[in-house]
Structures are given as C-alpha cells and as structure tokens.
C-alpha cells in the first residue's frame, strides 16, 4: 500500500537528546512491574518485576539499565522515574530522592486514556501508559498529566490530626445511628446516645408495647454504648492534641490568622491550612481547582451550559469551605462577600441557594489565601476580640 512505502523499516531509536532512561513503577502489594525506555534500545520497553518492598533490587535494577545504555551508546544517562500516587504513599519517591533519583508521583486520574472501546486494563499496559505521560511531561507538553507536589514528612504529619477526628466523628456517626435503629424497631424514639445519662435512661426505657426492653437487646446496645464511649475519649484526645498543635504556632503565622477570623474556630482552621493553604499556588484559578471548586463549563456549537463544580479536588478542603461558607454568613454578617451572597439569592427570588453557596465558598477561598499569603484583610471581615 502507499502508506506503508512511508514507514521505516527499522524502529526508530529513542530521542537521546532527552538524556535520560525513563522509568514507570506500577505498585502492588505483591511485585513492582518496572517498564523502561533507554536511549539507543529502539521503541521497544522493557518490563522487569522485583518483590513488594525490596528496595535493593529495584536499585539493582535501574545499575543495569544505565550499564546496558552505556554499553549502547557510549554515554551515561540518568534514570527518571515516575509513579502513580495510591496505597503506597510518598515513602518509595523518598527512597529514591535520597539515591539521587529524579522522581515523580502523578495523578492517576490525569493519564489521558482511550474512549472508542471497553478500555483493557494492566499492569503492562499502565506501565507503558506511565513511560508516555512521563516522555510528554519532559517534552514539556502543557497538560500532559498532573505531577503531584510531593510533602514533606512534617507536612504529612500535620495533616493526619484532622483526617483522624473526620474518620472518628464518622465512626460516631455510626454508632449513633445503630442505636437508635436498634431501638426504634422496638418502638423506642427520642433516646440520644451522646447523652451523659444515657446509660441511666437505657435501663429505663421501655418497648412500643410497654414491655421492658428484651436482655439481649439491651446487652447489645450496653456494648454500643462501650465503643461510642471509647470514641468520645479519643475524639477528645485527638482535640487535645489539635488545640496543642495550634496554640504552638507563632501569632503571625497562618493558622493563627485564620483563627482570628470571627466564624473560623480550631477545627477550620486547622483543616482549612493543613489540607490547602499551607500549598504554594501561583493564581486562583490554581487555589479554586485545587478545592475542586472550579466550574465545569460545556460548551460545543450553540449548547452552553454549566455543569457544576469539579469536583476533582481535595475532597475534605472543598467540604470544609462548604461549611464555613454556611458559617461565614452568619458570623459575618456585613463583610462584602456576605452582602454579595444576599444579594445574588434576593437577585434569584430566594432560589438556588445551594448552588450560590457553592460560589461563596469559592470566593471565600480565594479570600482566605490572599488572607494568609498576602495578608489581604478580607472586606468587612470582623476579627475575634481578645
């Protein structure tokens, strides 16, 4: 055919002006699959697995993909490894800093993938995949997937005093409602668990019927009761320590400034920086996305349309900014972003509150950046008094 008069008869070598040895790890709990690309090995990857965890060899891996490069082409390039973010957390990207790798973790969700058929899925597949995001990401092609900004062990830290009270307010949650479903299958309502006498009205209570509650019902609420109790005490602890942690940052820092906000108490605070304001951003546009506040526009031809917000953010930023959004309103009455929020709702006859919650809590972000990285004091804002 014509067209295959055009292709090379030989695969074409890889682009040595990149210099380097491209290197995707897809993780699992059993092997680490390693596919590669070295300069002078034609397109073809090559795919080598070592056990979970061994650290020795995938080092031992990458010494021979240099010495065949080397062998190859005379030069000695470096290796670039790139990394889906998931189960394995930041520790292995680490590892290879610390050995002078250049390293990269990305978002997984941002590897362009096929949409004209059932797409088939693995590790050999992801790994190539991998190797191409990666090629794109050094050609510096905008958008070609998104790296993610790794943390520090500090930074990483910081945060799991807040992700732990969510997890342990959510447990609560639970219990509380076992209880009361429990109980309401016997005809019992109005019981609330969080209550300090709740032991002492569950000996009281009394069936739908009038009978006493059955032994082995209550015995199983008293075991409830026991883990909702064990709960509340490492709620606190966890408080504790929040408060601690807040109380040791400097008055002009961050965290201090956003608890000078009237309607911004420890808890907002302490998510609101450690889960987005703590990052650096160049615009807020960057600020918005990060959230997954950003809009979603559709636009194709003469159909124009929103579809919401992304959504494709930090998942606990964007719900806490939600709930201080409802807040601010109502402990900052007469700051302009509160005034601009009546004004939008009145505007709508009373409608649509929720979506313009929505677009409040977005503006209030970018507030409380500008807040904390410019020291920007947000219009009409009124600060706690000492």
Request: aromatic letters at 6%; glycine letters at 8%.
């Amino acid at each position: 055919m014509p067209v295959a008069a055009h292709q090379s008869e030989a695969p074409t070598a890889i682009r040595t002006d990149l210099g380097a040895i491209f290197v995707s790890l897809e993780l699992s709990r059993s092997k680490w699959l390693i596919t590669s690309l070295s300069p002078g090995g034609g397109e073809k990857m090559s795919k080598h697995s070592v056990v979970a965890g061994d650290i020795a060899g995938l080092l031992a891996r990458f010494a021979e993909l240099k010495k065949k490069a080397e062998a190859r082409t005379g030069q000695c390039f470096p290796i670039i490894v790139i990394q889906e973010a998931g189960l394995d957390g930041f520790w292995i990207h680490r590892v290879l800093e610390a050995e002078g790798i250049e390293s990269h973790v990305v978002d997984p969700a941002s590897i362009a993938t096929s949409r004209r058929r059932r797409r088939a899925k693995t590790d050999k597949i992801d790994g190539e995949a991998l190797v191409r995001a990666l090629l794109a990401y050094k050609r510096g092609e905008p958008r070609a997937c998104a790296m993610l900004r790794v943390p520090t062990p500090e930074e990483e830290d910081r945060r799991r005093i807040t992700r732990e009270r969510k997890a342990l307010t959510n447990e609560r949650v639970r219990h509380v409602s076992r209880v009361k479903g429990l109980l309401f299958a016997q005809g019992v309502s109005g019981y609330e668990p969080l209550r300090r006498d709740r032991r002492k009205r569950l000996e009281a209570l009394k069936t739908g019927d009038g009978r006493p509650l059955p032994a082995h019902l209550q015995a199983q609420v008293g075991r409830e009761l026991d883990r909702l109790e064990l709960l509340l005490e490492q709620i606190k602890t966890v408080e504790a320590a929040r408060d601690a942690m807040l109380a040791a940052v400097p008055i002009v820092s961050p965290p201090a400034m956003l608890l000078n906000l009237k309607g911004i108490g420890p808890e907002f605070a302490a998510v609101l920086w450690s889960e987005g304001l703590s990052r650096h951003f160049n615009n807020r546009r960057q600020v918005a996305a990060y959230a997954g506040l950003a809009p979603t526009p559709w636009q194709s031809g003469s159909v124009d349309h929103d579809q919401g917000v992304s959504k494709a953010g930090n998942p606990r930023l964007r719900t806490t900014l939600i709930q201080t959004a409802w807040l601010w309103r109502r402990h900052q009455p007469r700051s302009a972003l509160t005034l601009w929020f009546e004004n939008r709702v009145k505007h709508n006859g009373g409608r649509l509150k929720k979506a313009t919650i929505v677009a409040l809590a977005r503006k209030l972000l970018v507030a409380l950046w500008k807040y904390v990285s410019a020291g920007v004091v947000i219009e009409g804002a009124v600060m706690k008094t000492a």
